[in-house]
């Protein structure tokens, strides 16, 4: 069974007219963290967004209908809450509407959490993956564009990370997104289809997971209590803002012609002790840090080489500090709509 959300349907054409109907775009995912605000920029464009997303019990379904909020009042937007697993329901949609392009972004995330669900991941990241390919095949679809992981590299020795480095993930989770790449580039090989993929490097900003780890930080931050950090601090993140994820999404997506598999990053590095810094900033709040042993899946340094999506229009535009400080706003602002007598 299916629920649907949308406004008005749109059957007019569009900027990118065929065969007299406006061309549609299928984002699985689409009220995710970085689902909901692709879906925002695809409106923004003009382009009609059927959203696929089976509101999954790894954080509260709430803030995934916030997230969507406002793209469910928009004339182009259809919402079908269901299971990307579900090969009948897509077969439906692909039937109902004219879907040029798929993103692909519905799967379980996490590392660390993958560890005590490796089927499950493995069901949902790979199995998901191979029946949306089935079904894009036999809907005659040609594009689709499926958001893999810097975590596909595990402890990649030459940095910045290319992408013709060795692909060696160290956990459940990268494993699980490398296997989907490889279907991706099965099935494009044996039936044609242009199958694309982005290796995303850590997002962050409005909208961001509540599980990650700069959203905890700040939690944290806010209540008083004393940030856990594994090892000593040093580890090297490339966080990525949320926008110029959707940005790198886009280029790679959009560009006429693209390789298989692209890195989408900041290209920066940071170092956690270095964020906690610009945390302090932003909230004006000095934490009290517990270092405690480092995780045995988690790697040192990410870091993105970033050349193959700038040669598609890609430049990341925000810098570390500012990102923290947009996303340190949201959060307050969140907070204060959500604590009774503090809304404006
Ligand atoms: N956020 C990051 O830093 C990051 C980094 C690398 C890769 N990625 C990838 O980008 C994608 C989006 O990540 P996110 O951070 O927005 O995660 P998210 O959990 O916020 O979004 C994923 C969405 O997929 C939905 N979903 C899960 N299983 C589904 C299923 N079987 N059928 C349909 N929908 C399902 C969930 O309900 C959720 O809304 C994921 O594929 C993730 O692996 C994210």
Redesign the pocket.
């Known amino acids: 069974m299916r629920e649907e959300r949308s406004g008005k349907r749109d059957e007019g054409g569009g900027p990118k007219a065929r065969r007299g109907k406006r061309r549609g775009v299928l984002v ?10 692709l879906v925002g920029v695809l409106l923004e464009r003009g382009w009609r967004v059927v959203g ?5 019990s ?2 509260e ?1 709430t803030f ?1 209908w916030n ?1 969507i909020e406002e793209s469910l009042q928009h004339d182009c937007f259809r919402l079908v809450k ?5 090969a009948e329901l897509l077969r439906s949609i692909f039937a109902e509407e004219h879907i040029s392009d798929v993103y ?7 590392v660390r959490e993958s560890l005590d669900a490796e089927a499950e991941y493995y ?3 790979v199995h ?1 993956t191979e029946t949306l390919l089935q079904e894009i095949v036999f809907a005659g679809v040609n594009r689709i564009l ?6 596909v590299y595990g402890r990649s020795l030459s940095l910045p990370i290319k992408e013709n480095a060795l692909l060696a993930p160290i956990n459940p ?1 990268g494993e699980s ?1 490398l296997k989907a790449e490889l279907l991706c580039n099965t099935f494009g090989q044996k039936h044609g289809i242009d199958a694309r993929v982005v ?6 900003g409005p ?3 509540p599980d ?1 780890g700069i959203s905890t930080f700040v939690q944290r931050m806010e209540e008083g209590i004393p940030l856990t950090i594994l090892g000593d601090g040093k580890a090297q993140r490339d966080f ?1 803002y949320i926008a110029d ?1 959707v940005q790198g999404i886009l280029c790679v997506g959009m560009a006429s012609k693209a390789p298989h598999a692209v890195n989408v990053g900041s290209g920066r590095t940071i170092s956690i002790n270095g964020l906690i810094e610009i945390l302090s900033q932003a909230t004006g709040i000095t934490p009290l840090i517990e270092y405690v042993e480092a995780h045995p899946f988690d790697v040192a340094t990410t870091h993105a080489e970033i050349t193959a999506a700038a040669s598609f229009g890609y430049r990341p535009k925000v810098m570390i500090s500012e990102g923290i400080s947009r996303y340190v706003s949201w959060v307050r602002r969140q907070m204060k709509e959500s604590t009774p007598g503090m809304a404006a």
Request: charged letters at 20%; glycine letters at 14%; proline letters at 0%.
């Open positions: 699985t995912g689409a009220s995710g963290f970085i689902g909901s605000h696929l997303d089976a509101f999954t790894d954080y379904a995934k997230a269901g299971d990307v697993r579900d692909h972004l519905a799967g379980k995330v996490g069901q949902v990241n998901g499926f958001t893999s992981s810097s975590s989770y997104k290796r995303l490097f850590t997002a962050y909208g961001a997971r990650m990525t994820i």
